[in-house]
Structure formats: structure tokens, C-alpha cells
């Protein structure tokens, strides 16, 4: 089946500073999706974006398909930022398959 | 609904007792998936349907684990005789071929 590697896996940061996390996947897919899981547990969706680029306020994200791979970008990050960042890659009808995940801590 | 919701919230079970957790995906909604999330660690698959047809259920671990979506909607994931290792939160996922939307899942402790 796919893989999905994430880096890094763990990411200590002061509030303000900027931020990329990476993610790799083994094969073409249809569906990349980055997700938030905030400490409470709930996985919040940031970005459907199997390719191309997105920008939501100070996250945004860039899928290369060609190159199986994705970043996601925090800029001017907040406390609230803190958690576990996930990227997520599925083909249609098919399993949706998780990575291990990038554990952001922001520091006040 | 507006979002996919999923009940109970919490569970705790004793080992040997079978448990029902349910989950309302967003209306309309074809595809559905249950994954298994233990502390620390990422979702990990556990079966996807497409409206009624169970599609893929490779990532179950045991056939002590059961779901079914009989009518396409709302899907029930069933543990019979639970283990400690099945301590876990257990997330359900609804969406179309553009993006899954997760509920809050249920953490089911087993004691």
C-alpha cells in the first residue's frame, strides 16, 4: 500500500516564527489532505490539495504530485498553532491513509 | 447535519463486553471510514464504506470487529468480547471525493 512519511517529526517553535512541514507519499493519489488535531483530539481539516497551491490566512500549502510531495506553511505562529499536524493521501475508492504526524510545540 | 457526529463521547467497558459505537456522517455524504487512534499515535484504518457496501475492511484486527451502514447513512462499529489493547479512540470520517471531514470520536477504555 502507499506510504506517507512526514518530517520533522517533532518542532519547537517561539511565537512569531515561521515554520514548514514536509510530507512524502510513495505513489500518485487523488486526495492529500492536511489536518490539525488541536489537544483536545479533534482532527480539523486545513487543506483538500491532491496538487497546486492554497493560502488561508497565515497557513497555506503546496502539493508537487509529479514529486509525491506536499508542505505545509505556518507563518507568524501562535500558541494556538500547537498540536499534531497530519497529512493525509487516498486515491478515489480507496483507503485514505495517514502519516505519522509533526508535533508542534509553540512557545509564548 | 452540519458536521459528522459520533456517540457516545466517551466508553468504558469491561473486558469481555461487547460495545456499539455509532457514527452520523454529514448528510449525503457517499463515503464513510472508521480508524483506530491509540495515545500517541496516528489514525490508523480500520474499514471505508461506500454508501452501503463495505468496500474495504483490511484494517480490521480481529473478527471480533464489526461495522455495517445498512442503509448508506448512519454506521455502527461493533467490538465484541473488548480487549484491553482495543483501549483506543476510535474516529469516523464522511466526505466526497474532495475531502473527508472527521467527527470528535469516542474514546473507549477498557478496564
Known amino acids: 500500500g502507499i506510504q506517507v512519511e512526514q518530517s520533522p517529526p517533532d518542532l519547537i517553535l517561539q511565537e512569531g516564527a515561521n515554520s514548514t512541514l514536509r510530507c512524502n507519499f510513495s505513489d500518485s493519489v487523488n486526495n492529500l489532505q492536511w489536518f490539525h488535531q488541536n489537544p483536545w483530539g479533534q482532527l480539523i481539516n486545513l487543506f483538500y490539495i491532491p496538487s497546486g497551491t492554497k493560502q488561508n490566512g497565515r497557513l497555506s500549502a503546496t502539493t508537487v504530485a509529479t514529486e509525491r510531495y506536499s508542505l505545509l506553511y505556518i507563518s507568524s505562529s501562535q500558541t494556538t498553532d500547537s498540536g499534531v499536524y497530519f497529512c493525509?493521501?487516498?486515491?478515489?475508492?480507496?483507503?485514505?491513509?495517514f502519516g505519522p504526524g509533526t508535533r508542534l510545540s509553540v512557545l509564548p | 447535519g452540519a458536521g459528522v457526529s459520533q456517540s457516545p463521547r466517551y466508553k468504558v467497558a469491561k473486558r469481555g463486553q461487547d460495545v456499539a459505537l455509532r457514527c452520523d456522517p454529514i448528510?449525503?455524504?457517499?463515503?464513510l471510514f472508521w480508524y483506530q487512534q491509540a495515545l500517541g499515535q496516528g489514525p490508523e484504518f480500520l474499514t471505508y464504506f461506500q454508501n452501503e457496501a463495505q468496500l474495504d475492511k483490511s484494517g480490521l484486527p480481529s473478527d471480533r470487529f464489526f461495522a455495517e451502514r445498512p442503509e448508506g447513512s448512519v454506521s455502527t462499529l461493533k467490538i465484541q468480547r473488548t480487549q484491553q489493547e482495543d483501549s483506543a479512540v476510535y474516529l469516523c470520517a464522511s466526505g466526497t471525493d474532495y475531502g473527508y471531514t472527521f467527527g470528535s470520536g469516542t474514546r473507549l477504555t477498557v478496564v
Open positions: 493525509a493521501v487516498g486515491d478515489y475508492g480507496q483507503n485514505f491513509v
Open positions: 448528510s449525503g455524504h457517499v463515503s
